[in-house]
């Protein structure tokens, strides 16, 4: 027998497969057009970024799920749980369709370090998601310090590894900065 409690997290699932089904009727890749399935990939300059199931931007979906859960924790406190993971489910999933329209991969293109980029292959949002879920799990487990360490050791590691964190990447996509630019060019 269906409950009722149990609603939110069915929604979530569907929001989920519907998400990956939109990717995929937009046209993006299923998996990686070389062939390949890579559980990491760690280059940037083939255009395989974001065509296997992780990569050096999997680490800002996670901090997403920290985010969110902090924002829904601070403004939709007296929901459910279910009712919050299902609110960032909606705003990652969104994300990651807007992420793979032609307007914003021109604009990643455009103003970014990320010249070869095509976006994401489904396989690789699914991943993105997931990564979404992970960190929202984990914010609900970890004291808040411990959140907030993460969300910075991971903008740490990923700006000294490839000059880019989620930080800076909204940053190029709103504002972009030739200096930036420049720096996370090697100029």
């Known amino acids: 027998m269906f409950e009722r409690r149990f609603l ?3 929604a979530t699932g569907f929001v989920f497969v519907a998400t990956l089904v939109i990717l995929w009727a937009m046209g993006r890749n299923l998996i990686c057009p070389c062939g ?3 559980l990491w990939y760690a280059g940037d300059d083939s255009g395989q970024n974001s065509q296997h199931l992780l990569d050096w931007y999997a680490p800002s979906h996670l901090i ?3 985010l969110f859960y902090g924002a829904t924790f601070l403004v939709m406190r007296k ?3 279910g009712w919050r993971l299902l609110a960032a489910t909606l705003v990652e999933c969104a994300w990651e369709v807007v992420e793979n329209t032609e307007a914003v991969i021109n604009r990643y293109r455009e103003f970014t370090v990320s ?3 095509w976006g994401d292959a489904v396989i690789n949002s699914a991943m993105d998601i997931g990564a979404m879920f992970l960190g929202f799990w984990l914010a609900l487990r970890l ?3 411990l959140s907030v360490a993460i969300i910075v050791g991971f903008e740490l590691i990923t700006i000294f590894v490839i000059r880019d964190g ?4 909204v940053i190029m996509l709103l504002w972009p900065s030739e200096a930036i ?3 996370q060019s090697g100029i």
């Open 64 to 66: 997403h799920g920290l």
């Open 166 to 169: 989620l930080a800076l990447n």
């Open 8 to 10: 939110p997290y069915w």
């Open 36 to 38: 390949d399935i890579r």
């Open 143 to 145: 004291p808040v310090w």
């Open 79 to 81: 929901l459910a749980l």
């Open 181 to 183: 630019l420049n720096w």
């Open 115 to 117: 010249g070869e980029y």
